[in-house]
């Protein structure tokens, strides 16, 4: 019993041992119902905010202590599923965004042929491209495009512009050109929490000539949540659902240590966040990222780590659910 106790308390202590996320085995993806995956890349950002690379890094080594039971849900996820952290996508051209998205998409190819569903830290948001290259129309999504539940403050769907400051499948271009190859259906899915101070004033038009369903932070708010929850249920039902959550949705006193902070405006508190995260609870998730955090301007005690880990445990705990129910 002694024994038992020891290890419970040291498992959760989070500055010994080899860091893995939320102190999983590492593995590969076939032994897995859920491959944790870090994706260290900045190249995409296409500015000098570049440190998002050390993400995965960063929640390493503060994830063990989020391992948890969930509360709400009522289940342990760790019990529920096979988790297993699959390492980081290897970026031997690390400056080179384009060779670096294909390497995304390969690693990804991968996963999604072994039934794992993903859920990845960043790395900036370009990495999204990368991945949904291979789960859109792939095996977890039964040869679908998947739908996007995107919670952000910018729309990444430029479409003006060839290049982001030299990146071509940069973070600011995946939700257009995902759109253009088929692995996305814009009309299907949610764009929520846009607040970003645009450089011109048609900066929406891209997503709402590609259908998307765009819910501004100044529209939440007005609306209120439960209308706004109402909306993505309906929106996504149905449907192969992939969450995107960047930091920078939150309020930046809730995630100072991101890449594109947007002051101006009240973001998303985390318990909002969060609610917004639950709302596909149920539905067939076929993976998820985190992406944006940059462990260099945070504060000191690691809050941002914290709460990328925290919306990661989300994502866990829902496909977790879905693994025992046999969804």
Known sequence: ??????????????????????????????????????????????????????????????????????????IDPWRSARIKDVGDVPFPRANDNEDCVERITEFYQEVDEAGARPVSIGGDHSITGGIVEALGKGKLAGGEPVCFLHLDAHTDVFTKVDHFLGAKKSAAHWGAFLADGGYVSPENSMQIGLRGHPRTLDWLEPSYEYGYNVVTMAEYRSRGAEDVLSQIKQTLAGRPVYITFDLDCLDVTVAPGVSNLEPGEGGFSIDEAVSLVRSVRGMNIVGGDVVCLMPTKDHPNNITSLVAGSIMFEMISMISENVANKQ
């Open 1 to 74: 019993m002694t024994r038992d106790h020891d290890a419970s308390m040291m498992e959760n202590l989070y500055w010994w041992g080899i860091p893995t996320l939320f102190r999983c085995e590492q593995g590969r993806p076939g032994d897995a119902d859920i491959a944790l995956v870090g994706v260290p890349h900045s190249a995409g950002n296409g500015t000098t905010e570049r440190d998002q690379h050390l993400g995965p890094r960063s929640v390493r080594n503060v994830s063990a202590v989020q391992r948890r039971v969930h509360s709400e849900f009522r």
